[in-house]
């Protein structure tokens, strides 16, 4: 068990997930062992191997802070890990860890996934809930949802039937034939996995490359820079085989959003035509949503535009066996391995891993925000107003040194991602340096 990589990871994550608990002295038996059964649950309902309590990091900043924690002392004369096991149901196999990172001490609690039946402790099973633990039988669809993966596995595009089996596949076979790929018209449904193995019915993957599947896929595009400000017009893609449908809205960001402007910033003696966005971060974002989207519940990625940026949100989490880092890095471990295969056989994309770093070398990782079921990208705009808007930030320093790049935003109306892509060019400028920790430093204007 590697404890410092596993640590570093759960620093990385936003917040906290469903099958990790961040504490720095806690100390409660009885809780404890609560604690194993929910994220011992929650871990099977996410995929994950197993669920992890880790003492020696705040969870609110997720700041390494060290810890105390005894995991060898004992409850009314019993050996904690006894007074443990003793009351868990089925056993299993938890295991207390310990290392150090810059000197500071960390506790990690290995905690395998539950298998076959729910992991219950004393005699109750619990579930996490967002960053809360909870009583499983107050959550029936949970408890359902969680004994149908233990009996069945996590669902998937190819495990779950299409509630429509009239489907047909012309559209597929002419994007096939104008990719100048062979499809067999008798093996096809075998040979891209379009059947349901356990039940022999049409699947979901089968419904999203129908000829018409009834989903939608859609672009708003909204007046302002916040969605209260009002939708402006909504752009159809969907309701079709989602190949076409990717394609509509890869060509509609490339061709239509994608206005070209005049920018003033370091400007000599000619303009320069710029686009608002990079294109080839755009289209790998748009791949990356379909590929990665939950579409269990039919629905599509939600793409909006506004007048400083585009959001590219997915449905869904980063997939059972990725990392944070991993994603980061273009480790290419899709949660739809059956479409991303599909994908690769067109040439729409190569699983090389390169879309997210591609993203990352222009945007920075910033511009990505994993919500509790959900990736959101931001890809902002470039605009004439840039040069003035790096010195308003500067001025803001300039009158608190403490504040927020969130507090920036608000004072400015200046979107939290633009501010935050702002302020990195800044740094690597060495205008701006960044003096302590991001929850309790301070800005210092260099230049």
Same mark, same amino acid.
């Given at each position: 068990?590697? /404890?410092?990589?596993?640590?570093?990871e759960a620093k990385q994550m936003p917040h906290e997930v469903e099958w990790i608990e961040l504490k720095t002295n806690f100390w409660n038996p009885k809780?404890?062992?609560?604690?194993?059964?929910?994220?011992?649950?929650?871990? $099977?309902?996410?995929?994950?191997?197993?669920?992890?309590? !880790?003492?020696?990091?705040?969870?609110?900043?997720?700041?390494?802070?060290? =810890?105390?924690?005894?995991?060898?002392?004992?409850?009314?004369?019993?050996?904690?890990?006894?007074?443990?096991?003793?009351?868990?149901?089925?056993?299993?196999?938890?295991?207390?860890?310990?290392?150090?990172?810059?000197?500071?001490?960390?506790? @990690?609690?290995?905690?395998?996934?539950?298998?076959? /039946?729910?992991?219950?402790?004393?005699?109750?099973?619990?579930?996490?809930?967002?960053?809360?633990?909870?009583?499983?039988?107050?959550?029936?669809?949970?408890?359902?949802?969680?004994?149908?993966?233990?009996?069945?596995?996590?669902?998937?595009?190819?495990?779950?039937?299409?509630?429509?089996?009239?489907?047909?596949?012309?559209?597929?076979?002419?994007?096939?034939?104008?990719?100048?790929?062979?499809?067999?018209?008798? $093996?096809?449904?075998?040979?891209?996995?379009?059947?349901?193995?356990?039940?022999?019915?049409?699947? @979901?993957?089968?419904?999203?490359?129908?000829?018409?599947?009834?989903?939608?896929?859609? !672009?708003?595009?909204?007046?302002?820079?916040?969605?209260?400000?009002?939708?402006?017009?909504?752009?159809?893609?969907?309701?079709?085989?989602?190949?076409?449908?990717?394609?509509?809205?890869?060509?509609?960001?490339?061709?239509?959003?994608?206005?070209?402007?005049?920018?003033?910033?370091?400007?000599?003696?000619?303009?320069?035509?710029?686009?608002?966005?990079?294109?080839?971060?755009?289209?790998?974002?748009?791949?990356?949503?379909?590929?990665?989207?939950?579409?269990?519940?039919?629905?599509?990625?939600? !793409?909006?535009?506004?007048?400083?940026?585009?959001?590219?949100?997915?449905?869904?989490?980063l997939g059972p066996d990725q990392t944070l880092e991993g994603f980061f890095n273009g480790e290419s471990k899709p949660v739809n391995p059956s479409l991303?295969?599909?994908?690769?056989? @067109?040439?729409?994309?190569?699983?090389?891993?390169?879309?997210?770093?591609?993203?990352?070398?222009?945007?920075?990782?910033?511009?990505?925000?994993?919500?509790?079921?959900?990736? =959101? @990208?931001?890809?902002?705009?470039?605009? =004439?107003?840039?040069?003035?808007?790096?010195?308003?930030?500067?001025?803001?320093?300039?009158?608190?040194?403490?504040?927020?790049?969130?507090?920036?935003?608000?004072?400015?109306?200046?979107?939290?991602?633009?501010?935050?892509?702002?302020?990195?060019?800044?740094?690597?400028?060495?205008?701006?340096?960044?003096?302590?920790?991001?929850?309790?430093?301070?800005?210092?204007? /260099?230049?």
């Amino acid at each position: 068990m590697n /404890v410092i990589e596993t640590v570093i990871e759960a620093k990385q994550m936003p917040h906290e997930v469903e099958w990790i608990e961040l504490k720095t002295n806690f100390w409660n038996p009885k809780e404890i062992g609560e604690y194993i059964s929910a994220l011992s649950n929650s871990a $099977t309902i996410h995929g994950k191997k197993a669920g992890f309590m !880790i003492w020696g990091i705040d969870d609110e900043n997720h700041q390494l802070t060290g =810890t105390s924690f005894d995991y060898q002392q004992d409850v009314s004369n019993e050996p904690f890990k006894h007074f443990l096991a003793r009351q868990l149901n089925p056993s299993i196999n938890f295991e207390f860890y310990e290392d150090y990172i810059d000197d500071k001490r960390v506790v @990690l609690l290995y905690i395998p996934a539950a298998k076959n /039946v729910p992991t219950e402790f004393n005699k109750e099973r619990y579930i996490r809930i967002g960053s809360s633990k909870e009583n499983l039988r107050k959550y029936p669809q949970r408890e359902a949802n969680l004994w149908n993966v233990l009996s069945n596995g996590l669902p998937s595009l190819t495990n779950v039937d299409s509630e429509r089996q009239d489907l047909t596949f012309e559209k597929l076979f002419l994007y096939y034939g104008a990719k100048n790929k062979k499809i067999d018209a008798n $093996t096809f449904k075998k040979n891209l996995n379009l059947i349901n193995e356990k039940t022999g019915n049409y699947n @979901l993957l089968a419904l999203l490359l129908a000829d018409d599947n009834a989903i939608s896929c859609r !672009i708003s595009i909204f007046n302002g820079e916040k969605k209260y400000q009002g939708l402006k017009s909504v752009k159809e893609f969907g309701n079709t085989c989602i190949l076409y449908a990717l394609d509509g809205i890869a060509n509609y960001g490339k061709d239509v959003l994608n206005s070209v402007i005049s920018s003033e910033e370091g400007r000599v003696l000619e303009r320069k035509d710029v686009n608002l966005f990079d294109n080839d971060a755009y289209r790998e974002a748009i791949i990356n949503s379909f590929v990665h989207n939950y579409w269990q519940h039919l629905n599509s990625p939600q !793409i909006s535009v506004f007048s400083d940026r585009i959001e590219i949100l997915s449905h869904g989490t980063l997939g059972p066996d990725q990392t944070l880092e991993g994603f980061f890095n273009g480790e290419s471990k899709p949660v739809n391995p059956s479409l991303a295969h599909v994908f690769m056989q @067109l040439g729409i994309s190569d699983r090389s891993g390169k879309g997210v770093p591609t993203i990352v070398e222009k945007y920075g990782r910033e511009c990505f925000t994993f919500g509790d079921d959900s990736i =959101t @990208l931001t890809i902002p705009f470039v605009t =004439t107003k840039k040069k003035n808007n790096k010195d308003r930030i500067i001025n803001e320093i300039r009158t608190n040194s403490n504040i927020t790049a969130l507090e920036i935003s608000q004072k400015l109306d200046i979107s939290l991602p633009m501010v935050n892509k702002l302020i990195r060019e800044l740094k690597q400028n060495e205008i701006l340096v960044r003096k302590g920790s991001n929850k309790n430093g301070y800005w210092e204007i /260099v230049k």
